[in-house]
């Protein structure tokens, strides 16, 4: 089968590579529809996460069909078309008699800190990943959802991880109502995290970036307010000078470790590698929040170490709270604010590629071209289950 | 500062705090149907697969691509010999990484027909001009 495999910083390849097997009673085989490139796949890509192998496959986001079940599997059958949380989870130990999910304990031999990803390096568990034809998919009968006939195929997809990812971000924002919420990143998490917001009753929604098309973008689709960090002088004394000084009552980091915005940020985190990325946005939103207020944390961090403030944190009297997207226990809800038309995901989908071309895919999204947003890669052969694709000029403002 | 909301589908749907999904954090007992084992047998395996000196036994699930190869594998299995919680280990794995490409690309090139035709012409070319050389 073709799929997307890593072979060194910057380059991956789809190549020819076996099938997967069932390796567990309660494996499926997936045969995969529809698979996404998540902002998170470009740490591994630019060779930031440790222990990301040579010839691993990538991907977390996919959908697909169910093509063959292990012996225990029971609720699932050969024909289902699935949609696949990117946490791997067992759902009887300790994390996951919490609903915790994404920390799950069984499934990572690798490392303790960190669940089971596909697709995501063997500090994540070894797992391939849906760039592929096909997917091994461990704890079949808990794991994925049969996706409702009403659901889009495209809307499906990005269920998997950017919806609930940017949904949770909120959530643990802990919301109140009229609250002033700052999001720093408008990539596709922050996107959702901004049109969540509002759904958990926010006042004011802010968006920080420097990429001109996408803040263009969440203006219109959040709608929200937005600022360009490269033309305010301080991070944090504009948002107190926008929120009277106070500060915002909460402020989500949905960048993680390769932000822009500080050249020492930059030159420690990501090029010298001294720290486990650049702690831009963390410096940002811990001294942009209010005091008392909530720092939500759902950008991706390498394992070492960060310099952060964490002493204006205390200070301050911050609540941090921060985690993986536990994506099963808000699927529920999600698909019922898709249904009533409160969240429209697939129109953050502005690239439809051919899983052949992953790599000039992957170039472009990480160069940020073509006012590149969301990518969605389609195997061959995969293309005639969907319905004709909107042109993402069709996106129109909410407003 | 009060402002209207009405142009924003969906305002305010999830104000009410404890409806939220994943309020509590912890949530027990947990939501989740379909689970008929009380703990997962032991994916059988023959694959290498290093294990976390963090973890007490060896998660019964786990991934078995790219097994630890060559020079990049000998150092990931040191680097395992260390806890999470010491940086040497995250530095090796790393260190290896590199390492890893570098082996791997030579791999690649090893088995490109385009390269292996390269160095065939060259050994022919040095083998010519030295057949030249002793010959004069």
């Known amino acids: ?166 949904y949770q971000a909120a959530e643990m924002g802990d919301i109140r109502e009229n609250d002033t919420v700052v999001i720093f990143g408008a990539g596709p998490i922050g996107i959702m995290a901004a049109r969540s917001a509002w759904l958990m009753g926010a006042g004011r929604v802010i968006v920080v970036d420097h990429v001109d098309y996408r803040l263009d973008f969440v203006s219109r689709y959040a709608p929200c307010e937005v600022v360009d960090f490269r033309s305010v002088g301080d991070m944090a004394l504009h948002i107190k000078k926008m929120t009277d000084g106070r500060g915002a009552d909460v402020c989500i980091d949905a960048v993680g470790c390769e932000a822009a915005g500080s050249a020492m940020q930059r030159l420690t985190g990501v090029n010298m590698k001294l720290q486990a990325g650049a702690a831009t946005v963390l410096h940002w939103a811990i001294n942009s929040v209010r005091k008392g207020g909530n720092v939500s944390i759902v950008g991706v961090y390498g394992p070492t170490f960060n310099a952060v403030p964490i002493g204006n944190a205390v200070n301050k009297g911050l609540t941090l709270r921060m985690n993986q997207a536990s994506v099963k226990r808000h699927l529920p809800r999600l698909i019922e604010h898709i249904r009533n038309g409160h969240l429209d995901p697939k129109a953050i989908i502005t690239h439809r590629v051919p899983l052949q071309e992953a790599n000039d895919a992957y170039q472009m999204f990480s160069a940020k071209q073509d006012q590149c947003i969301k990518t969605v890669l389609i195997p061959p052969g995969a293309d005639v289950v969907a319905p004709t694709p909107v042109a993402p000029t069709s996106v129109a403002p909410i407003a | 500062m009060n402002r ?24 027990k007992p947990p939501r989740l149907q379909g689970v008929h084992w009380d703990e997962p047998v032991p994916q059988q395996s023959n694959v290498e697969v290093l294990t976390s000196t963090e973890h007490m036994r060896r998660p019964p699930v786990y991934g078995t691509s790219v097994p630890p190869r060559g020079l990049s594998g000998r150092i990931r299995r040191r680097a395992f010999r260390h806890s999470e919680n010491d940086l040497r280990h995250w530095l090796m794995l790393l260190f290896a990484d590199r390492v890893d490409a570098v082996e791997s690309a030579v791999g690649d090139g090893a088995r490109s027909p385009q390269v292996r035709t390269a160095t065939s012409l060259g050994i022919a070319v040095a083998a010519v001009w030295i057949l030249g050389r002793l010959t004069r």
């Open chain 1, 1 to 166: 089968m073709l799929a997307t495999t890593y072979r060194r910083p910057y380059r991956v390849s789809v190549r020819h590579v076996p099938e997967p097997t069932i390796e567990h009673p309660l494996d499926a085989v997936v045969r995969v529809l529809r698979t996404c490139i998540c902002g998170s796949d470009l740490h591994l890509y630019h060779g930031l996460v440790p222990d990301t192998r040579v010839g691993s496959i990538f991907g977390h986001e996919f959908v697909g069909e169910v093509v063959e079940t292990g012996a225990d599997v029971r609720n699932l059958h050969v024909g289902d078309r699935v949609l696949v949380p990117f946490n791997i989870f067992c759902g009887t130990c300790y994390y996951c008699q919490r609903e915790l999910y994404s920390n799950c304990h069984n499934v990572n031999p690798e490392a303790t800190a960190v669940g089971g990803i596909y697709g995501y390096s063997h500090t994540a568990g070894g797992y391939n990943g849906g760039q592929a034809e096909y997917v091994r998919v461990p704890f079949a009968d808990i794991g994925p959802t049969v996706i409702p006939p009403d659901l889009h195929i495209e809307d499906a997809v990005l269920l998997t991880d950017v919806v609930p990812t940017g």
């Open chain 2, 4 to 27: 209207s909301h009405e142009h924003i589908p969906g305002w305010g749907v999830d104000l009410d705090r404890r409806d939220r999904p994943a309020v509590p954090m912890e949530r």
